[in-house]
């Protein structure tokens, strides 16, 4: 009897393992696959901010607007002060109100559009600075440094 219940013991540990391991395994060629489908728009990394996506083009910054989590991204954009920073909507993911950006303390405000989805500014002065869409739903922030 305690042998028997010993036995189906080692084999949910067994099974259990096999489990973690197809999960990694799953998990390793997601990751491999989703780094083949970033190429060309993949990623200087501004900083040590984590998801930050910034693309450097030359003089200009780039950033990909997008959301995830019903919010944007990202939410944090780390960009160098006196250089271009060029913002471009996904049309596609930016909906609604999401749509209509602003980094208040820098004056600027910009609805995005299918027909004008491109912000363009240079930051001078260094700081963080708080973005968000006009409701205030979607927030971040943006780092000059
Ligand atoms: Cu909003």
Known sequence: MSEEIKFKKSNII???GIVIIVVFVLVAVRNAISKDNNIGTDLVKGGDSGGNKVVIDGDTQIINLGVANYNYDPSEISVKSGKSV??????QQLQGCLRAF?????GISKVFSNKDNILEFTPTQKGRFGFSCSMGMGTGTLIVE
């Open 14 to 16: 067994g099974i259990l």
């Open 86 to 91: 060029k913002i471009i909507g996904n049309m």
């Open 102 to 106: 602003t980094i208040p303390k820098m």
